[in-house]
């Protein structure tokens, strides 16, 4: 009989994968907390996911991060899954209980929220609408969390107008959608803005919409983090207004998979983000 402890395996599946910075914000967390433990990228194609999963346990995984394009097969294969995650449609972190069940869970929402009550402490979301541009799978756990928090109104547009009319169907009156040919418009008088698209990206679309009814008294947030201060952050902070950035979102969503993966609930400091930015 061994006497050596098993050491846990975690990791992020996604395709692809290589440009992840999981690894190295998981990475630290791990050194700074002197946790024997691993976490690891793992490239996996869509047809693959199902075997890998079920695969995982077997090799000493308590769990991973699920990336694009996988958060919604990955909801679809676990056993049982949280409200938020059911809520969101989607699954970023998955927990490999000892029943050999697996468990879905959405923390995209929580690490939103965490992010802007650090970067903006005195921001009230109960206080006005919120805009957010884009419609995709990150929209929805933002658009949740708004409306979790208290905001009256959440006003969405989207270059394809379905996604963002399929959100209202889903979340119910509080949303309200916006031509995208009006998305300048849904700014006015809102006091939380959120860019969920990949315009203002490195590599990405240029950033398109008009600010001119951007109150300086809005706070603004980009889920992009490359560049980590994107046209949108930069315009709005010219206007006056407070500004975050996407990487804390990246950094406070991992929290709770790394506390029930490694048993420590782990804090985001600005040495965490230095290590992240320079990976």
Same mark, same amino acid.
């Given at each position: 009989?061994?006497?050596?402890?098993?050491?846990?395996?975690? %990791?992020?599946?996604?395709?692809?994968?290589?440009?992840?910075?999981?690894?190295?914000?998981?990475?630290? @967390?791990?050194?700074?907390?002197?946790?024997? $433990?691993?976490?690891?990228?793992? #490239?996996?194609?869509?047809? #693959?996911?199902?075997?890998?999963?079920?695969?995982?346990?077997?090799? %000493?995984?308590?769990?991973?991060?699920? !990336?694009?394009?996988?958060?919604?097969?990955?909801?679809?294969?676990?056993?049982?899954?949280?409200?938020?995650?059911?809520?969101? %449609?989607?699954?970023? !972190?998955?927990?490999?209980?000892? #029943?050999?069940?697996?468990? $879905?869970? +959405?923390?995209?929402?929580?690490?939103?929220? =965490? +992010?802007?009550?650090?970067?903006?402490?005195? @921001?009230?979301?109960?206080? /006005?609408?919120?805009?957010?541009? *884009? =419609?995709? *799978?990150?929209?929805?756990?933002?658009?949740?969390?708004?409306?979790?928090? /208290?905001?009256?109104?959440?006003?969405?547009? +989207?270059?394809?107008?379905?996604?963002?009319?399929?959100?209202?169907?889903?979340?119910?009156?509080?949303?309200?959608?916006?031509? @995208?040919?009006?998305? /300048?418009?849904?700014?006015?008088?809102?006091?939380?803005?959120?860019?969920?698209?990949?315009?203002?990206?490195? /590599? *990405?679309?240029?950033?398109?919409?008009?600010?001119?009814?951007?109150?300086?008294?809005?706070?603004?947030?980009?889920?992009?983090?490359?560049?980590?201060?994107?046209?949108?952050?930069?315009?709005?902070?010219?206007?006056?207004?407070? !500004?975050?950035?996407?990487? %804390?979102?990246?950094?406070?969503?991992?929290?709770?998979?790394?506390?029930?993966?490694?048993?420590?609930?782990?804090?985001? !400091?600005?040495?965490?983000?230095?290590?992240?930015?320079?990976?």
């Amino acid at each position: 009989m061994s006497d050596h402890p098993t050491i846990p395996l975690a %990791g992020v599946i996604g395709h692809p994968i290589a440009h992840s910075r999981s690894p190295a914000l998981h990475g630290y @967390w791990l050194r700074h907390y002197g946790i024997a $433990g691993h976490y690891m990228p793992m #490239d996996v194609a869509p047809e #693959d996911l199902a075997q890998v999963l079920h695969a995982l346990p077997k090799a %000493g995984f308590v769990g991973c991060n699920i !990336t694009i394009p996988h958060k919604e097969a990955a909801l679809e294969l676990a056993d049982v899954i949280s409200d938020r995650a059911a809520l969101i %449609g989607a699954a970023n !972190t998955l927990i490999f209980r000892p #029943d050999g069940k697996i468990h $879905g869970d +959405n923390t995209d929402g929580y690490g939103f929220i =965490a +992010n802007l009550r650090a970067g903006a402490p005195d @921001w009230i979301p109960e206080l /006005g609408p919120a805009a957010v541009i *884009g =419609a995709g *799978g990150a929209a929805r756990a933002i658009v949740a969390s708004l409306l979790e928090v /208290g905001c009256p109104e959440v006003r969405i547009s +989207n270059r394809s107008r379905p996604r963002a009319d399929q959100l209202r169907t889903e979340f119910g009156a509080r949303i309200v959608v916006y031509d @995208w040919a009006q998305a /300048g418009n849904m700014l006015e008088g809102a006091l939380t803005v959120v860019n969920t698209s990949s315009m203002g990206m490195t /590599g *990405g679309p240029e950033f398109r919409v008009p600010l001119d009814a951007l109150s300086p008294e809005a706070v603004v947030t980009d889920i992009v983090y490359s560049p980590l201060r994107t046209p949108l952050l930069a315009e709005a902070e010219a206007r006056g207004c407070v !500004t975050v950035d996407g990487l %804390g979102m990246l950094l406070h969503q991992a929290v709770p998979g790394f506390e029930r993966w490694f048993g420590q609930r782990p804090e985001v !400091t600005d040495a965490l983000r230095a290590a992240v930015l320079g990976a």
